[in-house]
């Protein structure tokens, strides 16, 4: 087993909404629908939604379990930072908006002038960055 830069990390979260988050982060930012699981699977089942790009390295886990829900509780340092390398696109944040995003602002001054920060359904914070990042 090799831990290193191509390990494939997973983000989850749970939600109070799926398809209030799906809509959020497939119609809205363009996401893709990795995995998913609905209904009664038995005891100690869940519903799941795995959100990605084919060709990424993570993905993100929404789960919700309509007996036993767990409410989300982001803080506003609870980022998901996505680094465009250029302008965020002004028709990607109205179509984000369009689909149950709201525009907030950081109490972190780096991300309001570095980015746009939008807040899903569940209330986590999403940073669409101008820059770009490398850990090389």
Known sequence: MTIDGRSHIRIARPSLDLAAAEKFYVEGLGLGVVW??????????????????????????????????????PTEEDLL????????????????EEHGGKRVQSPNPYWNEWGVTLQDPDGYRLVLCTRAWSNS
């Open 36 to 73: 998913r699981t609905e209904g009664d699977h038995g005891p100690g089942a869940h519903d799941l939604l795995m959100l990605g790009w084919p060709d990424a390295d993570w993905h993100l886990e929404l789960v919700h379990d309509a007996e036993h829900p767990v409410a989300p509780r």
């Open 81 to 96: 930072v996505l680094y465009l390398d250029g302008p965020v696109p002004d028709e990607l944040v109205t179509r984000i």
